[in-house]
Each structure stands twice: as structure tokens, then as C-alpha cells.
């Protein structure tokens, strides 16, 4: 049975599968008094059996469970620990609780976080995963409390909360633009492709760097890496690190590295490091500014979207869902730049360097 198809299953349905009365039905979704095992067992397995869920009215009878599901594409970014700290902090003074749902290695299982979050009777939802389709969040968010993070276009049934992506790169690029940087690469995810129509924050940024460049005067220039393989135990550092690592051995002139989130840029600075290039000769920015960049091992110059701020905010818009606000809200966080020793004036390179490979 299709989700779409889930989704539409009613109470009456239920009732009728089972053999009982739609009030029987309730009874048993509210866990109310006076159920029997036998009736309880019968709606439970129809109720699995035809994928329904129960409707926003229905969790209220029930009353509130108290918690809030939070799904995250991967424990591995390191951007993602910042909003939860937030929503934490934002909730630390009520009685709410969050249930934390990973998608996985699989980042396709998204929609499974969600949905188990969702038959779990969360009270509401924030959700980061890209890949999850519009029209999927759309009939969720008719039932469940919903805020998805990350996502660029509009809504009706939930509410999106993003950073201002397009002014983000445009920090980046202008950063490395006035330090005197002509050739500035962008690295991002193969779904990078700048497109006016993309939801994504790595379409958006990269559609910001193209855009900027080109006022600029300047040519665009992408690297683009798997965004499966960059979902890994690293988080695409690896895969960074072999992406640049030739262009960086090959270049005569100053190179700048534009990179579509901190872990890409922490593999940029790996071979960075291991060409024995400074940072003159290869300036790298990227974008998330976690903590780890600011670390004077690291001393990475990041775009910072606050993502503790953003943990907070989606929490608030969680909590007006469900205190009944049915009017979708769509809020932007303003991005600033955070320079530090991972970028600098361009220099040239005095003379030719043995030549490694990675």
C-alpha cells in the first residue's frame, strides 16, 4: 500500500475492517478505560494492517504524550548536535521531552524516521532530512505537528525554518573575493547543481555562488562529491579530501575553496596540510561554522547559520503548532561570517613542490 494511500484511510475505515464501531475504534486509540483485550488486539491489527493514523483531533482526546520527535539525517555531521542542543535548551524549563530518530547510513530512510516518530504519538515533529518528498511532509503535516528544517520552499501543512543559503554564499565568495582571490572553487554534494528551483540548502548555496561569481565577473568552478558516500562515518571528509587533492597539487596560482558545509572543509584542510600549502596558497571557508572550526588547530573560517538559534526557533514553531496554529510560517535566519586562519591574502608559490599522491 502507497503512503499516499495510508494517508487517506479513515476511522470509519478501521471500524469497518475490524467489525466493530468507529467508537470502539477510539476507545482503543485513546487507551481509554474499559477495552477489552480481545477488541483491543482486533483495531490494533487492522490498524496495522491498513497503515492508519490517527488524526490530530484524536491525539488530543488522547491527551499529550509530552515528547517531541527529532529526526536528524546522521549522527555524524556535526552541525546537526548544535540545533538539539538548542531545542534542548529551549525546553529545558518545560515538561516536553525530545525522542531523537537517526535516519541512518541510508539517508533514503528519512521518511521511516519520521513516520516511526510519528506512530510512536510524538506530540510534534522537527525533521532535517532533504530527501523526503514535498507531497509526503504535506499529508504527515495534516495530521502531526510538523517543522522541517532545511527546506526552501513553500508549505501549507507545516511549517520551514532555513538559513538565508543565497546570502550565505554570497559571505563566503565576497570574503574570498576581498582578500584577492580570483580562481574560488565551490565544494559540494553532487545535489549541488544550481538550479532557481531547488529546496535544498546545498542546491541554494551553490546557486548563491554561481550567482555571485558571475556579478563578480568571475568564472564558476564546482567540485562535486557523492552525497552517499559523503553521508558516511566522516561525513565526506574523506571523499573531500580526494576530491581537491590533485586540483590542489596541479594548481600554479592561489586557489580558494568555497565548501558547502564544515566536514567537506575539514578534508580540504587535510590536504592542505599535507601539500605543506599555506593559506594564502589555498584559502578554504566553509559553511555550518560547528564547533570544531573554531578550534586553533583548525582555526577554519565558516559561515555561521546559528544552529543552536535554529534548534530554538524550531522548537517555538513546534510548540504554536501544536498549541493550534494551522497557518503555515516559513522563517529565514540571517547567516555572518566567522573568518579565521584557514583563509588568507593569495600567495604565490616560490617554487615547484615534489608532487604526492593521495
Given at each position: 500500500m502507497t503512503t499516499q494511500a495510508r494517508r487517506s484511510v479513515t476511522i470509519e475505515d478501521v471500524a469497518q475492517h475490524a467489525g466493530v464501531s468507529r467508537a470502539a475504534v477510539s476507545k482503543v486509540i485513546r487507551d481509554a478505560y474499559g477495552v477489552s483485550d480481545e477488541m483491543r488486539v482486533r483495531v490494533t491489527a487492522s490498524i496495522a494492517e491498513l497503515g492508519y493514523r490517527?488524526?490530530?483531533?484524536?491525539?488530543a482526546m488522547r491527551g499529550s504524550s509530552y515528547t517531541l520527535g527529532f529526526e536528524i539525517p546522521s549522527?555524524?555531521?556535526?552541525?546537526?548536535?548544535?540545533?538539539?542542543?538548542?531545542?534542548?535548551?529551549?525546553?529545558?524549563?518545560?515538561?516536553?521531552?525530545l525522542i531523537?530518530?537517526?535516519?541512518?547510513?541510508?539517508?533514503?530512510?528519512?521518511?521511516?524516521?519520521?513516520e516511526v516518530l510519528a506512530d510512536r504519538q510524538v506530540d510534534g515533529i522537527?525533521?532535517?532530512?532533504?530527501?523526503?518528498?514535498?507531497?509526503w511532509l504535506e499529508e504527515l503535516g495534516r495530521t502531526t505537528?510538523?517543522?522541517?528544517?532545511?527546506?526552501h520552499h513553500a508549505s501549507v501543512h507545516y511549517d520551514t525554518l532555513v538559513a538565508d543559503d543565497i546570502a550565505g554564499a554570497a559571505l563566503a565568495v565576497r570574503h574570498l573575493y576581498d582578500l584577492g582571490h580570483r580562481r574560488i572553487v565551490h565544494l559540494t554534494l553532487a545535489e549541488g547543481v544550481p538550479d532557481a528551483t531547488s529546496s535544498t540548502p546545498h542546491g541554494v548555496r551553490a546557486l548563491g555562488y554561481e550567482r555571485v561569481m558571475r556579478e563578480l565577473g568571475l568564472e564558476p568552478e564546482f567540485l562535486?562529491?557523492?552525497?552517499?558516500?559523503?553521508?558516511?562515518?566522516?561525513?565526506?571528509?574523506?571523499q573531500a579530501y580526494a576530491a581537491v587533492f590533485e586540483l590542489l597539487d596541479r594548481a600554479d596560482e592561489p586557489v580558494a575553496i568555497f565548501a558547502a558545509h564544515d566536514e567537506l572543509a575539514l578534508g580540504v584542510l587535510r590536504a592542505v596540510a599535507e601539500l605543506g600549502l599555506s593559506a594564502g596558497q589555498a584559502s578554504v571557508v566553509g559553511y555550518d561554522d560547528t564547533d570544531i572550526a573554531e578550534h586553533p588547530r583548525m582555526s577554519l573560517t565558516s559561515v555561521n547559520q546559528s544552529g543552536t538559534r535554529m534548534g530554538a526557533i524550531a522548537v517555538r514553531l513546534l510548540l504554536e503548532r501544536i498549541?493550534?496554529?494551522a497557518q503555515s510560517v516559513h522563517e529565514v535566519v540571517a547567516p555572518k561570517m566567522m573568518a579565521r586562519g584557514s583563509s588568507a591574502a593569495p600567495e604565490h608559490r616560490a617554487h615547484e613542490r615534489r608532487r604526492r599522491t593521495p
Open positions: 490517527p488524526r490530530a483531533s484524536a491525539r549522527i555524524h555531521n556535526h552541525f546537526f548536535p548544535k540545533i538539539i542542543t538548542g531545542a534542548m535548551t529551549a525546553l529545558a524549563e518545560s515538561r516536553y521531552q531523537i530518530a537517526p535516519a541512518g547510513p541510508d539517508h533514503d530512510q528519512g521518511p521511516q524516521a519520521i522537527v525533521a532535517i532530512s532533504s530527501r523526503v518528498p514535498q507531497e505537528p510538523l517543522v522541517m528544517i532545511g527546506r562535486r562529491v557523492d552525497p552517499d558516500d559523503a553521508r558516511g562515518r566522516d561525513g565526506g571528509e574523506s498549541a493550534g496554529r
